[in-house]
């Protein structure tokens, strides 16, 4: 990717301004669902129903899910936009661009699984592109505002038990935890109508855990939240 910036600062350019756009603009609050979609998706993969953990402690964001493990479509899929392997049935996020918005709150995305690890660092991401003179000019214009999830880094780290795959988001700043606090509070009964593939969601901010769980009775989906039990009819249309 690097030998491909240096040959085409306009390619380089055109990736930046498509990250930037998506992590600052119509992704930035939708990191939650963005991760949630992704837990479906390895949920269908794998054929099992899923069961999303979503753990706030301090300045980190804890996303660990069930289902396929990362694998190296899968990477590439997170490293690229508008490039996703995912197809067929059931598959939610099929063009790329959905894992951009963890960019909105973190610096230094992770994600860990049983098969292996990836990061992303923009720090890094900086330094490899300042070693390029013909990126010289662009950089200077840009500052840290460089394509940050194009250059994926092997990771390694532990998957919490009973999960396997976990994206771990050290958060920017009070701003970004703040952000990232409201979305977990908002989380609600919509997550799992709209996610069939999640059975059950844990919501964890260290002051208070919440645990939706989704049951399908035929035609009906039961949502239930501590004593609370909803019951929801879903009628379902398609068409191009």
């Known amino acids: 990717m690097l030998a491909a910036w240096a040959a085409s600062p306009a390619r380089f350019r055109e990736d930046a301004n498509a990250e930037e756009e998506l992590a600052k603009g119509a992704y930035r609050d939708r990191v939650i669902v963005e991760l949630a979609q992704n837990a479906a998706d390895a949920a269908a993969r794998a054929g099992v129903r899923g069961r999303v953990l979503l753990r706030l402690r301090g300045s980190e964001l804890l996303a660990a899910n069930t289902g396929a493990p ?9 490293s690229t936009l508008r490039a996703s392997t995912k197809r067929g049935e059931g598959a939610v996020g099929r063009f790329g661009v959905g894992f951009a918005a963890v960019l909105g709150v973190s610096d230094e995305p992770e994600v860990l699984s049983l098969t292996g690890g990836v990061r992303w660092s923009r720090e890094e991401a900086v330094a490899a592109v300042a070693a390029l003179p ?4 662009e950089l200077a214009r840009r500052g840290s505002a460089v394509p940050v999830l194009r250059l994926p880094i092997p990771a390694g780290g532990e998957v919490p038990p009973g999960y396997d795959t976990a994206v771990r988001l050290p958060l920017r700043d009070t701003a970004a935890r703040k952000l990232v606090r409201s979305l ?20 964890d901010t260290g002051d208070e855990t919440r645990i939706l769980r989704a049951d399908s009775q035929g035609s009906d989906i039961v949502i239930a939240e501590a004593d609370r039990r909803t019951r929801w009819r879903l009628v379902e249309r398609n068409g191009s």
Not at 134 to 137: D, G, P, V, W, Y
Not at 186 to 201: G, H, K, N, T, Y
Request: hydrophobic fraction near 65%.
């Open 70 to 78: 990362l694998d190296a479509a899968g990477v590439e899929g997170l």
């Open 184 to 203: 977990l509070d908002a989380v609600d009964d919509a997550l799992l109508l709209s996610l069939p593939a999640i059975a059950e969601v844990e919501i």
């Open 134 to 137: 013909e990126l010289a000019a």
